[in-house]
């Protein structure tokens, strides 16, 4: 141990640390003007901020803004809303892609499974305004496609998009239907992984395709599988904004607004600064501690770090 | 024995017609879009249209080439990929390299990794940043897509752990021969890291080219906004004119009226660049999941 200490300070001018601060100092720049002074920012929470006096010289107002939001009418829906999709994503999220991880490593045919795969994938780089656009189009209850097939089948047409029965679960379904063969990948890869001696001595042991499934397989992928559960507990408050801000319309307000369209609403359009960052600020505060959990949970019984 | 395997085989074969009906079900939106594009506006409206153009025309395509205001933001689009991605991979890197040094040889480095790292924690949401992108002064300007996330934490501590299971004995050999930290970034990481370098701008790209926020926060005119944000203008106006009546001949008029193959034909063009680059990145998204599990 003191040897290398010596041969370290022996080094020393070399491995001076210089650089290292002076390759940092623009990306730090960066973060500090953009990340940290918006943090700073916050304080407006407690303000009745007004652009022309700044952070500085705003009035005080302590917890007004935060009083206000649980007596603000109709608060309790666009929770609930957010809840119900936010918590519906994350288990269809979740189980889905497991699921489609373990029925695509079944198929044996590289050809077949790789295209499978490729194709699966692509809604994910694809945004949501793109996909709105698209979406639109299909659910579209004079024209859309989807409505084409119900009606052959003799259905009535659905109003997928301004139906408040229907509005929530068409925008589970297609958040996951976005990114189940992305978030499978994360299996395949773990999947591949399994030694495949183990299959040979379940096979020995005479276990057929399922009992392969549930001895081999899903042990082999389960602490992963806990891992990407836990880390997705910080999103319990993210309904998904960019796909409802794209596809919602007055009509489905009581289903379908959630928190982050809500804080849009305020702060944009209705120039209610403080009160937008005030919710902002509490529901990023609930995701803080719901994500920290997660990391504890991950580090505790899934062995996870991320650096 | 033989019936054993006629079982697999049928298991095989619903397997295989699922997956492919749900590989099928990714496929299809986008054929339906590229099929209104290309068909007759009549048969569009009339629910004709399903996966292959009626009466096939380019008149949408036509038309959308000739709108100027279409035109500019495609522009500003691909400038926006040109310019982003590249600052994001620069900062990255420059932040990457010195976080992937031990303590021992970096004694501030927990620091700046946590500073860094509590970015992707915690946030002073959309109203805050707004007012310093604000006094930074760049409402309406290009700068404002580009600079509030040009370091982006995720891929900064992917390529961390990256750079940190390289192996340490290329780099003492460079120093014993002289080499600066520069030299070393430059000429030993930097040449071992081309895949994750290369997985990281791609979906830099991607991201710049799907953002659509930024372009409608920091702008108070269409002038200088991204496709992204057009598209999002045109689609939020075209359901909002769909949706305000629930009187379904209303509906059936309005759709009649609407662009609904122009704006197809919009859709489609916003998606070609990510179709294009799509089947090269295939090899490198595995990756880039891959990565961002890597332990440090």
């Known amino acids: 141990m003191k040897k290398l200490t010596a041969d370290g300070q022996k080094r020393g001018k070399r491995m001076q640390q210089l650089p290292f601060h002076l390759m940092l100092i623009p990306g730090l720049l960066v973060v500090l003007i953009y990340n940290y002074a918006p943090m700073f920012g916050l304080v407006m929470a407690f303000q009745d901020f007004r652009p022309a006096r700044g952070f500085f010289r705003s009035e005080w107002v302590g917890l007004k803004h935060f009083e206000r939001f649980f007596q603000y009418p109709g608060i309790e829906k666009i929770v609930f809303n957010t809840v119900y999709i936010a918590v519906f994503k994350l288990i269809l999220g979740l189980v889905v892609p497991v699921l489609f991880a373990l029925f695509l490593h079944m198929i044996k045919n590289k050809l077949l499974s790789g295209f499978i795969q490729t194709v699966t994938c692509l809604p994910y780089f694809l945004s949501w305004v793109i996909l709105g656009g698209i979406f639109v189009n299909i659910l579209s209850p004079s024209n859309g496609v989807v409505n084409q097939i119900i009606q052959l089948f003799g259905g009535e047409p659905l109003y997928f998009l301004g139906d408040n029965s229907l509005f929530p679960w068409t925008m589970i379904i297609t958040d996951v239907w976005k990114n189940f063969g992305y978030g499978s990948i994360i299996y395949l890869a773990a999947m591949s992984n399994i030694d495949p001696e183990l299959y040979d001595a379940a096979k020995v042991d005479g276990a057929g395709k399922i009992k392969q499934i549930f001895h081999v397989t899903l042990p082999g992928i389960l602490p992963m599988v806990f891992v990407m559960g836990v880390l997705s507990l910080g999103g319990i408050l993210n309904a998904g904004f960019d796909q409802i801000f794209n596809l919602y319309n007055p009509q489905v307000y009581e289903s379908g607004d959630i928190l982050d369209t809500f804080i849009y609403r305020l702060g944009i359009d209705n120039a209610q600064y403080s009160f937008s960052a005030a919710v902002g600020l509490m529901k990023s505060l609930i995701g803080l501690v719901m994500i920290l959990i997660g990391y504890k949970l991950a580090d505790k019984y899934g062995d996870y770090r991320v650096f | ?296």
């Open chain 2, 1 to 296: 024995m033989k019936r054993m395997y006629k079982n697999i085989s049928l298991f095989s074969v619903i397997n295989g017609t699922v997956l492919l009906l749900l590989a099928l079900s990714c496929l299809l939106p986008i054929l339906n879009v590229l099929a209104i594009s290309f068909s007759d506006r009549g048969a569009v409206a009339s629910g004709k249209v399903g996966f292959w153009p009626v009466d096939f025309t380019l008149a949408a395509y036509e038309y959308v080439l000739k709108d100027v205001a279409f035109f500019k933001s495609m522009l500003v689009s691909f400038a926006r990929i040109l310019v982003g991605p590249v600052l994001n991979l620069l900062l990255t890197i420059l932040c990457a390299y010195p976080l992937s040094k031990p303590d021992s040889r970096f004694r501030a480095r927990k620091i700046y990794v946590w500073i860094f790292y509590f970015t992707t924690l915690f946030g002073g949401g959309m109203i805050p940043t707004y007012i310093i992108v604000s006094k930074t002064g760049l409402i309406d300007s290009f700068w404002s897509m580009i600079l509030p996330g040009a370091v982006p934490v995720g891929y900064v501590i992917m390529m961390m752990n990256f750079f940190r299971n390289l192996p340490r004995e290329l780099e003492e050999a460079a120093w014993v021969d002289g080499a600066t930290q520069w030299q070393i970034l430059w000429k030993i990481y930097i040449p071992l890291s081309k895949a994750s370098i290369a997985t990281i701008s791609l979906f830099c790209l991607i991201n710049h080219w799907n953002s659509w926020f930024d372009g409608m926060l920091y702008f108070n005119n269409t002038e200088g906004q991204p496709m992204a944000t057009y598209l999002h203008n045109l689609v939020v106006n075209t359901s909002l004119d769909a949706m305000k009546s629930t009187d379904f001949e209303t509906l059936q008029q309005l759709s009649q009226l609407s662009t609904q193959t122009t704006q197809a034909a919009q859709l489609f063009l916003a998606m070609l660049p990510i179709l294009v680059i799509y089947p090269f990145m295939r090899k490198y998204f595995a990756q880039g999941v891959v990565m961002g599990s890597v332990k440090g």
